[in-house]
């Protein structure tokens, strides 16, 4: 079973920065997919934008064109947290951001980017991020 728990949401202004935080709980250190997701205003969940994704055990990832160069993904073994630093941040990047986690031993950071959400079996309770001037 694996829990997790995200923060680090607020609002930002354009060019702005902020840092998310998920804790996840339960046995991960290897063979799993780590994602961050977002929710932007109107779309369900079944639309949720694959954003960042971290294979742990490799500790390799992968992001999204639109943030790619933008944000970074980090993991702190100890306190089993994976934090995204979103740098530059645009009104585009609002919505509610989701840490989600699903076993996949095989795959590499990029094959966790392509699974969908409905793939993803844990999901936090989600964190909001709102840029505006």
């Known amino acids: 079973q694996v829990q997790l728990v995200e923060s680090g949401g607020g609002s930002v202004g354009p060019g702005g920065s902020l840092i998310l935080s998920c804790v996840a709980s339960?046995?991960?250190?290897?063979?799993?997919?780590l994602g961050w997701f977002r929710q932007t205003p109107g779309n369900d969940e079944k639309k949720r934008e694959g954003?960042?994704?971290?294979?742990?055990?490799?500790?390799?990832?992968y992001y999204s064109p639109p943030v790619k160069g933008r944000f970074t993904l980090s993991k702190d073994g100890v306190k089993n947290t994976l934090f995204l630093t979103m740098n530059n941040v645009q009104p585009e990047d609002t919505g509610i951001y989701y840490c989600?986690?699903?076993?996949?031993?095989?795959?590499?950071?990029?094959?966790?980017?392509?699974?969908?959400?409905?793939?993803?079996?844990?999901w936090g309770q989600g964190t909001q991020v709102t840029v505006s001037s």
């Open positions: 339960g046995s991960i250190d290897s063979g799993y997919c």
């Open positions: 989600a986690a699903e076993s996949c031993p095989s795959c590499a950071a990029n094959n966790c980017y392509i699974m969908t959400p409905r793939d993803y079996n844990w």
């Open positions: 954003v960042a994704f971290f294979k742990t055990g490799t500790g390799t990832t």
